[in-house]
């Protein structure tokens, strides 16, 4: 009693002598209204968004980031024997997802600071935490968003000649060397005995792109969670002298996001009586939509279940368009996701999603990747529908999601700060061929 895999073929084994031709339904009986997303754990990340983005659309968003510093190894750290001199420090921050934003006509500052409060590794820290920071700037650099670009460094072998290697592209901040004599080399030898002990005494890094000097719309660039500060120094010996390369790990990254909405946005999310001509759904733990069908459900239940009749839903396919010229500049999201909420209001998958539900056809079928040759996002929402319209669930909120590309193995509905893209969708907007819309094959059963 699901979706056919032909969706032309209607059959479903029913009685002949019993069985109503099945009917398509393209409907606009679907009310969508734009709302904040929960706040999200933004500690212990995969992909780190660092950003400053002013969208035309949307508004200002910010994504700062506080660090933790660990010392070199898992355990105690001993300095290495002789006379330590700095070359040069600095914090290497490696892409991991690319950059959503302007790459073409913005330049970015970033600025790095020193904590004034201690990263715990053991605490959960939410997106909107704010961080008190030293406001003694400990390095700086000024650069364009280069991710698919490789550089190169100066290879560090110790005993031997240094090299000339090409790397993935990073951004390589400078940092005062005097942090790094005050913190680590002139750090008690109780002090690098702990790991712990080093980053009570430390406290973290901040990282935030300096919104006066940064030029353009921005945008928001993706780094991977396994970053360090590494110190080139020599050290000499009995007269022999030897570059080294020390690495101060970053072993815990938290993000603090703020997002400052336009004045359209605004607008949408004072609407909660009106069905929305668009709808925006914004990663970064920004926006999500609140879906239902009540008028559907009413006509189906009151009309078509009359006299005795039983509906059968062959396939019921939700469709939605990103609006015309809002994907121009910045591409949508790649993937959304659709969840409910349980009498709890706990987030819970779709029948359709849900693995053990018998209805259900897969991640696959279920649908939510976007497709750049359609322009459509698709969503197989066939066996939650039939139980809307029999009763056998309960509607305590339906919702479309942005949600991250790494998870492919099921449905995901948790709310992420990793993915930094956005969606402009058209709502309920009559005038408009892009509507969102559901279509319905269905069985009307005399019993």
């Known amino acids: 009693m699901n979706s056919c895999k032909n969706q032309d073929t209607i059959g479903l084994g029913v009685n002949s002598q019993t069985q109503v031709n099945g009917t398509m339904i393209d409907t606009s009986t679907i009310v969508v209204n734009t709302v904040k997303e929960d706040s999200v754990v933004t500690s212990g990340l995969t992909k780190l968004p660092l950003g400053y983005f002013q969208d035309p659309i949307f508004g200002?968003?910010?994504?700062?980031?506080?660090?933790?510093?660990?010392?070199?190894?898992?355990?105690?750290?001993?300095?290495?024997?002789?006379?330590?001199?700095?070359?040069?420090?600095?914090?290497?921050?490696?892409?991991?997802?690319?950059?959503?934003?302007?790459?073409?006509?913005?330049?970015?500052?970033?600025?790095?600071?020193?904590?004034?409060?201690?990263?715990?590794?053991?605490?959960?820290?939410?997106?909107?935490?704010?961080?008190?920071?030293?406001?003694?700037?400990?390095?700086?650099?000024?650069?364009?968003?280069?991710?698919?670009?490789?550089?190169?460094?100066?290879?560090?072998?110790?005993?031997?000649?240094?090299?000339?290697?090409?790397?993935?592209?990073?951004?390589?901040?400078?940092?005062?060397?005097?942090?790094?004599i005050t913190n680590f080399f002139n750090a008690s030898s109780a002090t690098l005995a702990s790991n712990s002990v080093f980053q009570n005494a430390v406290k973290g890094l901040y990282l935030t792109l300096d919104k006066t000097l940064s030029t353009g719309a921005g945008g928001t660039l993706m780094l991977s969670n396994t970053d360090s500060v590494n110190v080139y120094c020599k050290i000499s010996n009995n007269g022999v002298i030897d570059t080294t390369t020390i690495k101060l790990p970053i072993s815990q990254f938290a993000a603090s996001i703020t997002h400052t909405y336009s004045t359209t946005i605004n607008a949408e999310l004072a609407n909660t009586t009106t069905s929305g001509n668009v709808f925006y759904l914004q990663g970064l733990a920004g926006l999500r939509t609140k879906i239902s069908f009540p008028n559907l459900l009413a006509n189906l239940r009151n009309d078509l279940l009359k006299n005795g009749e039983d509906i059968v839903l062959n396939r019921a396919e939700l469709v939605i368009s990103p609006a015309p010229g809002s994907y121009t500049q910045y591409r949508p999201l790649p993937k959304i996701s659709m969840y409910r909420l349980d009498i709890a209001h706990q987030r819970i998958l779709l029948q359709d999603a849900t693995p053990s539900d018998s209805r259900s056809q897969g991640v696959g079928s279920f649908g939510g990747y976007y497709s750049s040759k359609t322009n459509q996002y698709h969503f197989i929402i066939t066996a939650y529908l039939q139980d809307l319209l029999l009763k056998k669930t309960s509607d305590y909120g339906t919702f479309i999601a942005p949600v991250d590309t790494l998870n492919k193995s099921s449905v995901d509905y948790t709310a992420t700060p990793s993915i930094a893209a956005r969606s402009v969708a058209v709502g309920s907007d009559k005038t408009s061929p892009y509507k969102i819309k559901l279509n319905i094959i269905y069985t009307k059963i005399k019993r």
């Not at 006379?83 to 490696?94: A, F």
């Open 60 to 180: 200002t968003t910010e994504s700062n980031l506080a660090a933790s510093l660990s010392l070199p190894g898992a355990t105690a750290y001993a300095l290495p024997s002789g006379t330590i001199s700095i070359d040069s420090t600095r914090l290497v921050l490696r892409y991991s997802d690319g950059f959503y934003g302007d790459s073409v006509a913005s330049s970015y500052k970033l600025n790095l600071y020193q904590l004034q409060e201690a990263y715990s590794s053991n605490t959960g820290y939410y997106g909107n935490k704010v961080w008190k920071v030293n406001p003694a700037l400990l390095g700086s650099i000024t650069f364009k968003a280069r991710p698919h670009d490789s550089i190169k460094i100066n290879n560090i072998i110790k005993g031997k000649p240094d090299s000339l290697i090409k790397v993935p592209s990073q951004i390589r901040v400078p940092i005062d060397n005097n942090f790094i």
